[in-house]
């Protein structure tokens, strides 16, 4: 294998957005994904006409105003709906248009299971097929349930720091109809963690509804229950449902976080960033993502390890 530069752990929306960055600064990375397809949990499903989308599919406005949407020409991808802006033709349309712009390595379908230095002093991943890598730098683009388990052996005390990360397990439903529905505002049922209701004939068929039920519950206790709570809304059952399991889980910010996130940073050795969603400010409001802000957060990683490399 020959000696890489920067190492990618994590395809989802930071990892390429580092990629991006560093390919804008001509430095050489390889991205690792465990999954067979990148994006991360933003993945978008099609079915009769209806476009759906588990995470980010509505994020906060300030997404039009980000350097790396307009370098991946999508300025006019974005559309007004009520709380955020959602992509026209589906949030894989962000993850499509970044990935067209990337030119590096990708080892797709392996995970990496471990994280330690050599005596050189670079880093070196160990993959769950036994592959050893080695890089100068490392971006870790993971939620800290994935990164925790990277350190042990390595470095534990960031392990025992991640260790604590909570997540309420939140199950997407996707329900798509093929006339106009009417939702009560303020009456929702407890489980219900938040329900977006898409103005008319954004991302349906003609004449169509598409609504996000997010509910507080594991995938399958879920979906038993959606039929009951789409009842206590008074709706019909959808002519399309979709589940989004991936990943299951969003996480429970403390008041604190923002000063463990602190902590976390000062535990990392020089050269090695974590970045993600799991170590930023909470989104703006339950089920709008900060989708922004995980762009920034990739162009932040790749700075900090273009700096670092420039001072070795
Ligand atoms: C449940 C849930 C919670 C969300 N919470 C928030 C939130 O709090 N704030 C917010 O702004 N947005 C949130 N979002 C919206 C949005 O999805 C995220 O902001 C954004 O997509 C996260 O991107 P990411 O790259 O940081 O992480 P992810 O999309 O999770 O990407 C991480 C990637 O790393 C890969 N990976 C994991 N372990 C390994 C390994 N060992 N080796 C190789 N690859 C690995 C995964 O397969 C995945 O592709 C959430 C979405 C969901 C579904």
Redesign the pocket.
């Known amino acids: 294998m020959p000696p890489r530069t920067v190492v990618i ?7 390429l957005s580092a990629a991006r960055a560093l390919e804008q600064q001509r430095i050489p990375y390889t991205l ?4 067979r397809q ?5 993945q978008t499903v099609r079915q009769a006409g209806f476009v759906m989308d ?3 599919l509505l994020s906060d406005a300030s997404l039009r105003e980000s350097p790396l949407l307009a370098d991946a020409g999508l300025a006019e991808a974005l559309t007004a709906a009520p709380g955020g802006v959602l992509f026209r033709h589906g949030t894989d349309t962000l993850v499509a248009a970044l990935l067209a712009r990337l030119t590096g390595p990708r080892l797709m379908r ?4 471990s994280t330690g230095e050599l005596e050189n002093g670079r880093f070196a991943l160990c993959l769950e097929n036994g592959l050893l890598l080695d890089a100068r730098a490392l971006i870790l ?3 800290a349930r ?1 990164a925790a388990r ?1 350190f042990y052996g390595y470095r534990s005390a960031i392990t025992e720091h991640l260790l604590p990360w909570q997540y309420e397990i ?1 199950t997407r439903f996707s329900c798509g109809y093929t006339g106009p529905v009417t939702v009560p505002a303020d009456s929702l049922p407890a489980e219900v963690a938040w329900l977006h209701h898409l103005p008319p004939g954004e991302r349906t068929p003609p004449g169509g509804t598409l609504l996000q039920i997010a509910l507080r519950a594991a995938p399958d206790e879920a979906a038993a229950r959606l039929p009951e709570v789409l009842r206590a809304l008074d709706l019909p059952p959808p002519a399309v449902t979709a589940r989004h399991v ?6 429970i910010f403390p008041p604190d976080h923002m000063a463990r996130v602190a902590a976390l940073h000062a535990l990392l050795p020089p050269g090695m960033v974590l970045a ?2 799991d170590y ?1 400010a ?2 703006p409001r339950p089920g709008v ?3 922004a ?2 762009l920034a957060d990739g162009v932040a990683a790749a700075r900090q390890v273009q700096a670092f490399l420039a001072a070795r």
């Not at 990148?38 to 933003?42: E, K, V």
């Not at 392996?110 to 299971?113: F, G, I, L, Q």
Request: charged share 10%; no cysteine; hydrophobic share 40%.
């Open positions: 752990v994590g395809g989802g929306l930071t990892g690792i994904e465990v999954q990148p994006g991360g949990s933003l588990g995470a980010g392996m995970a990496v299971s683009a993971l939620p994935y990277l939140i991936w990943p299951e889980a969003d996480l993600g969603s930023a909470p989104p993502a900060h989708l802000q995980r």
